[in-house]
């Protein structure tokens, strides 16, 4: 790396080189400013892994010229600031960090499992070492105090020594307990401080920023941020607002208990106490080559995308408690631990153009078209910048350099400007919402004390009919395998296919038509919709498109009337009367089948053969009644027939719940094909552990035991036999 690239300005004719204490300086400036943005203000305006790349490259000037490393310097001390208004915190033992390999590749392990054999001294031919491999939650750092039991006080890692009295924000996080439970000595320990993330699940992110977003209030950045800030929020009230979650890693002070001989162990008896402790993880062993290690970052980075949060990397510790102290540590980093990084999530790009999409519903969102950037493990083109307000609150703008996001299966998201030097030059004009749709002229409107504008063409507007096709034929709604956004593209603008019935009337021929459509795709295609008239109520309902009804309210629906025309009919106060179906929701079925043209699609589409099964409405199926009431299960694994979605489908219609993870309250565990940490914890909990097989046997027994005693055993749709 050049020192110019390291200021982000080309090193022009005229611009004299830096000598090397000039060069550190101008590090040791930027990093701090950066750090106090990150850590104080919670606003970085660099990416993370940018400000590691101006870190390491200070680190390695202050390694060549030991000379230039002064007190202030970052590499110095281990950041965070107490703020005012928090009470400081001295920790009775310092919050220690933990080493990061930077190597995202496998060498990473290996070199860290050769650095511990080395300094254990142990021979070539020594077994291998016992790892506990973890996983690195993006979150903040937080210290719970335990005396006999209760929780006294929760604080921040700050620098190490004194970090910040928390305790009312951290009580409002339901995951901590107030109180440790079990029989182990360590729940009434004189004092137990117990280490750990606090963070945010990506969902819960997710609907906070949409939540934010609709009131015109400021986004977060990331849930690391949204969860720091909730952390360090001096209103307890708006921090119980925050949804926060929790996973204990570590220990700090213990007076009174006999800490367990190995990290795994801790973290099984951690659980034990109540404490939140993730299942991901597993005892893996060193050794050249082929390290457990190695498959451990390797099976983890591959669903990385999957977990339901943040992590930027894996941890591993030396198992055993005897050599973690013989390890010891330097200069605050143990010599026995870890972390593991993956590549990162957030990175720098220029904004190109600014796009308008129309969606299904006709709302505009601004689209920033971006020169391609790898992050998230995809090269990212263009990120949603969602509104007009969005937009302006970031001050995105046509040539800026941004951070861009990508986390899970999050769509990239512009997360905010990095300011160019001196400003951006003032000729680039702001970004304005077109007046007219771009794609059918039809006038944009904003409701009043909305935040979204809209085309107010409806189905006449070619975007919203392609959306509206492409949300019909996906797997979740009718499952139209091949009727792809090419496909639709080419259907619509041809003019070929204008109203969902329409799709059903495609024969070969007219497919066949097509450019690029071969004879055998356009066999498939024909085979795919007639597979999909098939269907069930819910996935029918959810398909038709209606505003604010999602997945799960179309599930409601279905349950509670059990028939089409019952709930097509439903006045708004008896939609109200559905679980979870609000004023807006009601409002906007109403509006929906109120139009002559939506009950025309519905009665066109059973005429083509659309059909389901039908029943008569809630009356008849008592939740109480279903064969796996009050049961939970999880899976784990790849089942060998059934898919995941599929699962849960059967699962749930016989009235048993999902989870996500496993428990004590856990009713069974379907273990499938490298089924991972949640068949050990079943295991290590005793509880059932059931193949697909054993899964069909349970529904069909359950069913059965249901029938005998006279009750009707049906999924939500059963009943009546089809319709249409
Ligand atoms: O998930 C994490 N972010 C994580 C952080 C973890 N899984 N383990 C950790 N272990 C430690 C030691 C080895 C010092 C007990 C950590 C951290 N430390 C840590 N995170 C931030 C400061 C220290």
Redesign the pocket.
Known sequence: MSQSDLFGAPAEAGVTVSSPAEVAAALREQLNAHAHRYHVLDAPSIPDAEYDRLFQALQALEAEHPELRTPDSPTQRVLGQVLDGFEPVRHAVP????RTETDTEASGAEAFDARVRRELALPDDAPPVQYAA??????L?INLRYEHGVLVQAAT?GDGETGENVTQNIRTIGQIPLRLQGPGAGASAPVLEV?G?VYMRRDDFEALNERQRQHGAKTFVNPRNAAAGAVRQLDPAIAAQRPLSF?A??LGEVQGWDVPDTHSALLDALAAMGLPVCAERTVAEGASGTSGLVAFHQAIGARRDQLPFDIDGV?Y?VNRRDLQERLGFVTRE?RW?V?HKYPAQEQLTQVEGIDIQVGRTGKLTPVARLKPVFVGGVTVTNATLHNLFELRRKGVRLGDTVIVRRAGDVIPEVVGVVAPEGGRPAYVPNFRMPRTCPVCDSTVLREPGEVDHRCTGGLFCAAQRKQALLHFAQRRAMDIEGLGDKLVDQLVDGGVVRTLPELYKLGVAKLAALDRMADKSAQNLVAALEKSKQTTLPRFLFGLGIRHVGEATAKDLAKHFGQIDRIMDASEAALLAVRDVGPVVAHSLRTFFDQAHNREVVEQLRACGVSWLEHDGAALVDPATLPLHGKTLVLTGTLPTLSRDEAKALIEAAGGKVAGSVSKKTSYVVAGEEAGSKLDKARELGLTVLDEAGLQALLAAAVATVAAAGAEPAAPQDGSGPTG
């Open positions: 919050m220690l960090s933990i973890e996983l690195k939650f993006d979150g750092a890692r280490r993330e996973f890693y570590g941890v510790k143990p631990a972390a």
